[in-house]
């Protein structure tokens, strides 16, 4: 583990160079950052889950705020996400304080959620732009909700928000990438305030040390939030399924290294 001061610092600069890959690839830097923060930072189990997700409280208000400012506010379906999220990041927290606070345990846990978004990545091609005669398979309200609930108890285990499992769903099912991208954000800041909430109150009933690492959570998100930027200015520059292809082999390679430890 690095010495305090250090370990804010890595955290700040590690957090800015993984934005910067991950924004042009359409996925939220946190789910590599938590391996980083295992491997690299030496952050505790199971606080390194809440200092995840602090990671997207402090990067994502900027970004709510520009699609707020643009009238993008992600409407009915903002809210049925965070209606799903909100109840399924407290069942993940406490499943991740209570069952699963054993690090190599979770080594099984961050392999089996990185595997399939890092073939995801490899796979996928970005979505073509919508045409009006594009049909929309609308997944029913309720069906939406309790996968919402799913994906935000695996973002209170894991420590990443619903957003980067959500959107390529909800885009697959022919929802416009423009309503799709508030509404999971929207989803994503909410699951990771209330997973922090849930964390430090479950600090005070456990023993060890459950509550998120502050500093570093704070420095993680400050270098996400100049990393997502600049990330989103040179998207435009860069090969779309060449990025995908890497970020997806980069995911890959860390859900193989993790899986492999949590079998040793």
Partial sequence: ?????????????????IAVVATPAGVSGAVLLLPFQVSVLGTPSPAVTPTNLL??????PAALYRYWRQGQTGGRLALVLVMGTLPGVIAGSVIRVWLLPGAVVF??????VLGPLGIWLALSRPAAPASPARRVRRIPAPALTGLAAVVGCVGGIYGI?????????????GRRAAQVAPAALASTF??????????????????????PDWPVGIALGVGGLVGGYTGARIQARLPDVLIR????????????RYLWLGLL
Avoid: K, Q
Wanted: net charge negative; no cysteine; hydrophobic share 60%.
């Fill in 107 to 112: 080594d099984v846990v961050v392999a089996t």
């Fill in 1 to 17: 583990m690095l010495e305090p001061g250090w370990s804010e610092a890595a955290a700040l600069a590690a957090a800015g160079v």
């Fill in 190 to 211: 909410v699951t990771s305030v209330a997973g922090v909430v849930t964390f430090v109150i479950l600090s005070v009933y456990r023993h060890g040390l459950v509550a």
């Fill in 55 to 60: 990671y997207n409280v402090v990067a994502t």
């Fill in 245 to 256: 292809r890497l970020a997806g082999i980069l995911v890959i390679a860390v859900s193989a």
């Fill in 161 to 173: 928000g619903g957003g980067s499992i959500l959107a390529p769903i909800l885009i697959a099912s």
